[in-house]
Nanobody
């Protein structure tokens, strides 16, 4: 079956950086678009970033644009999220997601596969 396993979360001070990774198995990774979402306490899950199968298209939420970068390595079935200049409001559980399509979409309903999430806490 499909598995998405996130790693790299943790506690970081404001202004710091973290790099999240997600390793996929059980699917044809090179044909799967990937996304990152996050859910803060008491809030709905929200879109963060998208990358299509050949890395030709990326798309970001306005709240993180210029600070976060999504990338992928199809030889390692891995998608990454480099997060810089982190703010307390970036604190959330971050989820990796995959979808069978090339179009950049932000709705979680259009993603077919989900990881279990990794906690990111930004605090001094």
């Amino acid at each position: 079956q499909v598995q998405l396993v996130e790693s790299g979360g943790g506690l970081v001070q404001p202004g710091g950086s973290l790099r999240l990774s997600c390793v996929a198995s059980g699917l044809i990774f090179s044909s799967t678009s990937m996304g990152w979402f996050r859910q803060a306490p008491g809030k709905e899950r929200e879109f963060v970033a998208f990358i299509n199968p050949n890395s030709g298209t990326t798309y970001y939420a306005e709240s993180i644009k210029g600070r976060f970068t999504i990338s992928r390595d199809n030889t390692k079935n891995t998608v990454n999220l480099q997060m810089n200049s982190l703010k307390p409001e970036d604190t959330a559980v971050y989820y990796c997601a995959g979808r069978n399509g090339w179009t950049a979409v932000t709705s979680e309903r259009l993603y077919d596969y989900w990881g279990q999430g990794t906690q990111v806490t930004v605090s001094s």
